[in-house]
């Protein structure tokens, strides 16, 4: 068993991720700035785990409390989620997210190695595939980013790799994934952006919820079986676990990219019906023109995952929706008791 260090622990993906590592039986640390996230999730984790951890408020792009962190814990491996990932955001405020997502991980990394942790697993993200790939897409697929976002996690990709050339002792681990949505089976924790936004599965349950009028779907002439585009969506319990079982996996030194996903694409329109069957009631939309950049289908390849590391994804699209429903339907109620 590993003592695991998780940073951004208590967002989306590091939280579920936390649940996993604790329920396998490691040990873990979670450190997260709160920027887009609440402390009360680390109660909501040992609520799950039934298992108390530790957790620490510190900024990755802050070296001397991260090197603190390091300090006091001997880690066997970091669990690398922290970061911004606002696509839009990331366009208008570049530097901000240079600073904090790159600046950051060098900051990491270089705590790492004054104490002589030499693996990390990296949420990276398929927003470093080439939008003129086709799907299902493959690891070996084309490279290159369309916003600051993906080319900043393309940048630490790299920098992880070259890390790995020159220090024959480290161990990286590069997932890949699209769209994760869904939520703990508990309804403890899940995605509830505050405001607007910026994915799918949150938007739609605002409109559900009559915080948003309707949902906008933009473009219904695509060539996909309903006209809407089609994406790759995991259950976030599934990437977790993914987490994890790539951890225990890879014992060798070097680089290691995987793909997380279903190996299928869902559309828009899909999406929006499996949504209607978890809250039995329609969701109001509105078909809009296409976005520039958007393309008809856009999905994965998982094949390496499943035969190098044993995984696939577990969960269909009802589930994904229907946990994520339960969860806002959870949090709402609890915060009308308030």
Not at 68 to 88: E, N, S, Y
Request: proline fraction near 4%.
């Amino acid at each position: 068993m590993g003592k695991i260090l998780v940073t951004g622990g208590t967002g989306y993906i590091g939280s579920h991720s936390a649940v996993e590592l604790l329920n396998a039986g490691h040990e873990i640390v979670i450190i997260d700035n709160l920027c887009n996230s609440n402390k009360d999730t680390v109660t909501q984790i040992e609520k799950i785990t039934g298992k108390q951890i530790k957790f620490i408020k510190a900024d990755i792009t802050d070296k001397a409390a991260i090197e603190k962190v390091f300090q006091k814990t001997k880690f066997d491996c970091v669990f690398h989620f922290a970061g911004l990932k606002a696509v839009g955001e990331s366009m208008s405020e570049p530097i901000k997210y240079y600073q904090n997502n790159v600046g950051g991980t060098v900051n990491l990394l270089e705590c790492m190695l004054n104490h002589g942790v030499n693996k990390i697993v990296f949420s990276s993200s398929a927003t470093v595939y080439a939008a003129k790939n086709k799907s299902p897409i493959g690891e070996d697929a084309v490279l290159e980013t369309s916003n600051v976002y993906g080319e900043t996690k393309l940048i630490i990709e790299n920098m992880l790799k070259d890390l790995c050339r020159a220090n024959k002792d480290f161990c990286a681990i590069i997932l890949r994934y699209f769209n994760p949505i869904g939520a703990h089976e508990s309804g403890l924790i899940g995605e509830n952006p505050n405001g607007i936004p910026n994915n799918l599965a949150p938007y739609i349950l605002k409109v559900a919820l009559g915080e948003l009028p309707h949902l906008n779907v933009f473009g219904s002439d695509y060539k996909t079986p309903d006209g809407t585009g089609v994406r790759d969506y995991i259950h976030v319990v599934d990437l977790a676990r993914g987490h994890i079982c790539a951890f225990e996996k890879i014992k060798t030194n070097g680089a290691h990219i995987y793909n997380l996903g279903t190996g299928k694409g869902t559309s828009v329109l899909e999406i929006i019906k499996s949504f209607e069957r978890a809250l039995g009631k329609p969701i109001p939309y509105k078909i809009a023109p296409r976005r520039a950049g958007d393309i008809d289908s856009y999905f994965g390849d998982p094949t390496k995952a499943k035969k190098e590391l044993g995984w696939v994804a577990q969960f269909g699209i009802d589930e994904m929706c229907s946990s994520q429903a339960k969860f806002i339907i959870k949090q709402t109620s609890a915060s009308a008791k308030r």
